[in-house]
């Protein structure tokens, strides 16, 4: 196979020069040049460590970040560095009979030289053995394509529903994953969470018919898998213990595909197929679930996760901002410069500011991270926040942008964007209020409730929530999963606990796991007993009413009382997690904002979601009742507008 010519390389490099408002050539410049070549070796072998051209493009440029908009010189001169490994990559040519550099000789001369953005970024991502590597340069005899499927027999397991949609890419995508074996089959789907992840348990197969250990495959976009992956690497797996789910095989991350996969291996007895707590919890009665939770999974990870705490002082905001919509949806118009009557927004943000923005008005938002970015549909997400590992607040979401003609990057820091108003996160709200068909004026301040339980009327969560989110929060700091739910929650042998999915794990509020576990127990264990409709719902919050007063559930099966028995034990291992005993109010505010979020999830069933926007109100009733925020003998409190590194 011929090799790409340096002028193509540079012609690439030149235009990335010129996208990041650099001006000059670099290395990093050159490296993106090789990345960015239809076919090209460097992406070729990034695909087989992997990762993808995208994503090492996307980290060299949070590492080098944009230039400014002034040119101070005519054309783009080479910087001496990449003059070096020109010279170099020319007497490797040489060497090889060639008066001409091609890929290969330029990818070696800019590995070898070693002190260059591109070699930190990779050895930053896991390719650590930069010889190694070089040397793959050479055994490479071609470029591996996405046309090149392996052949691998593809059985579906009876347990899997027959009409189980799995698409052309997911198959392709797993076929590679198991390219070593003749026949796979795929046992079950998982459950998952509410993203658009995928999640399949797979048993490998040998031509004989012996079958090794099943794993658990996740498919998810490339990005999502390729963070998911580092975020392993960086918060979990020295913390894990010994018999648990581990990656150790690299996500398989085709180059023009827009998913990629990785496999969790477990440890699992020779006659089961791995499950997830969901799949059992028709054979376990919910007190046997709860007592499984606080006796197995608490034990197995709290010694190295949740009870590995630091003392946290935070604004509730910091941490759990991010899992609410986008305060402001903005369309990029083109327009530079911002009216008279236009809005600016900037750190630290004055929330008064944001509640005076409405539809229709033209707002510049000045200095905020691109958190995410969707080319596919011409968005970006920005926030406050720092690092991929932050969890980012006052997200605002910018549409309409023309991807052809602007470069945005994860990470990166837009001086101003100037947009209009489509929409405003209480409209957000509102509309998925709306959506799940209340029986009240979901535009009061007040929702009926129940004179059995003596409470007449809540207050109406989105009326209030931003009061939680301005209020302090004293907790503790601890490594967490992130998105800790039943279908997360994998059974080993002995019913012991593995947990699975690490695409949030980072360091956080400690309670934030335990939130997020009461909300998959209320859906999945409370809600199927008591029904779908707001009577239904409100039914349920006259046995949490007691419950929040530490009253335990009754024994009586088949009842809603009996079912919370598995919430009730998330409780005891909240109270054991609370940084001050007895102050719940740490817990009720996260849970509050946790299920708000819940509630605006389409997939997640309409009885459920109901059931969220119920708890969030009592919640706040309890916190509006029976707590202080912020006790008198706290510490003194930073001034409200300013942002923590902590998050």
């Given at each position: 196979?011929?090799?790409i010519s340096?002028k193509?390389i540079?012609?690439?490099?030149q ?10 050539l ?5 490296f ?15 695909q087989e460590?992997?990762?993808?051209p995208e ?14 908009h ?9 910087t001496p560095?990449a ?7 020319r007497?490797?040519?040489l ?20 002190e260059?953005?591109?070699v930190r970024v990779l050895?930053a ?7 190694a590597f070089?040397?793959q340069?050479y ?8 046309t090149?499927?392996?052949f ?10 027959q009409?189980e949609?799995i698409t052309k890419?997911?198959?392709f995508?797993?076929?590679?994953m198991?390219?070593?074996?003749p026949k796979?089959?795929?046992e079950r789907?998982?459950?998952g969470g509410?993203?658009?992840a ?9 031509g004989d018919g ?5 794993v658990v495959?996740?498919l998810?976009?490339t990005a ?11 918060f ?9 789910a ?9 180059d023009n ?5 990785i496999k969790?291996?477990?440890?699992a007895g ?9 799949a059992v919890?028709t ?11 606080r006796?197995e999974?608490?034990?197995?990870f709290g010694?190295?996760w949740?009870?590995?705490s ?16 986008p305060?402001?949806t903005?369309?990029?118009n083109?327009v530079?410069?911002?009216?008279e009557e236009?809005?600016?927004l900037?750190f ?8 005076a923005?409405?539809y229709g008005d033209v707002?510049?938002?000045?200095n ?6 969707y080319?596919?549909r011409?968005?970006i997400?920005?926030?406050?926040g ?16 023309n991807?052809e ?7 990166e ?14 409209q ?5 209020v709306r959506?799940l ?11 009926p ?6 409470i007449?009327?809540?207050p109406n969560p989105?009326k ?5 989110l301005d209020?302090y ?6 490594t967490i999963?992130?998105d ?6 994998m059974?080993?042998p002995n ?7 690490f695409a ?13 576990l ?13 029904g779908s ?7 349920v919050?006259?046995h949490i ?6 009253e335990?559930?009754d024994n009586?099966?088949a ?6 028995s598995?919430?009730?034990q ?23 904002l946790c299920c708000?979020r819940a509630?605006t ?13 119920m ?5 706040i009733y309890?916190?509006?009742t029976?707590?202080t925020?912020t006790?008198?003998?706290d510490?003194?409190s930073?001034d ?6 902590n998050f």
């Open positions: 196979m011929a090799n340096l193509h540079l012609i690439n490099a235009q990335e020069s010129y996208k990041m408002r650099h001006f000059y670099g290395a990093e410049h050159l993106v040049g090789l990345l960015t070549v239809q076919g090209g070796i460097a992406s070729s072998l990034l460590h992997g990762l993808t994503y090492v493009i996307d980290s060299i440029r949070r590492k080098i970040g944009k230039g400014s002034h040119r101070l010189w005519a054309g783009i001169p080479n560095r003059d070096v490994m020109l010279d170099i990559a007497e490797i040519a060497e090889s009979g060639r008066n001409e550099i091609d890929e290969r000789d330029l990818l070696t001369a800019i590995l070898e030289e070693g260059n953005i591109p050895m991502l896991g390719i650590e053995d930069i010889p070089v040397k340069i055994e490479k005899e071609h470029v591996t394509t996405d090149e499927t392996p691998v027999e593809v059985e579906l397991s009876p347990q899997l529903e009409d949609d890419e997911q198959l995508i797993i076929r590679r198991f390219f070593s074996y796979i089959r795929i789907r998982l459950m509410y993203s658009e995928v999640l399949f348990v797979i048993t490998p197969l040998h012996r079958q090794d250990a099943s495959v996740k998810d976009s999502s898998i390729l963070d998911e992956t580092r975020r392993y690497e960086s979990v797996k020295r913390t894990l213990p010994p018999m648990t581990r990656l150790e095989d690299r996500p398989v991350a085709p595909m827009t998913i990629a996969g969790y291996t477990l440890i020779s006659d089961r197929i791995p499950q997830d707590l969901r919890l054979d376990w009665q919910p007190a046997e679930l709860g007592s499984w939770l006796n999974l608490f034990p197995s010694r190295i949740w009870r590995q630091r003392p946290y002082r935070f604004q509730a905001w910091q941490e759990y901002d991010w899992l609410l919509p305060v402001l903005l369309e990029y083109g530079k410069k911002l009216p236009g809005f600016t900037k630290p943000v004055k929330r008064q500011k944001l509640n923005i409405e707002v510049a938002v000045n905020f991270t691109v958190y995410k970015v080319p596919e011409g968005a997400q920005l926030a406050v720092s690092g991929s590992d932050a969890a980012h607040a006052y997200k605002i979401e910018v549409r309409n942008l991807f003609q602007d470069t945005y990057y994860r990470g820091v837009i001086d101003q964007i100037i947009g209009t108003v489509w929409q405003t996160r209480n957000q709200l509102m509309h998925a959506a068909e209340p029986d009240f004026n979901h535009e009061a301040d007040k929702i409730f129940s004179t059995r339980v003596g007449e009327k809540l989105l209030v929530y931003e009061e939680l209020s929060v004293n907790g503790s700091l601890s999963h992130g800790l739910h039943l279908g997360n929650i059974i080993g019913n012991s606990a593995f947990l699975i999915d949030h794990s980072r360091d956080g509020h400690t309670i934030f796991d335990w939130c997020s009461e909300i998959s127990l209320l859906r999945d264990v409370i809600m199927p007993v008591a409709t707001w009577d239904d719902a409100r039914e919050l006259e009413v007691p419950l929040n007063r530490g335990i559930p009586e099966e009842s809603i009382a009996f079912a919370l598995s919430v009730a998330v409780r005891k291992i909240v109270e054991e997690c609370l940084y001050r005993e007895g102050q719940w109010s740490e817990y009720y505010v996260a849970l509050a708000l509630m999830w389409e997939n997640m069933p309409i009885g459920a979601r109901r059931l969220m926007f708890v969030a109100s009592l919640i309890e916190l509006q029976s707590y925020l006790d008198d003998d510490t003194a930073p409200a507008t300013d942002i923590s590194t």
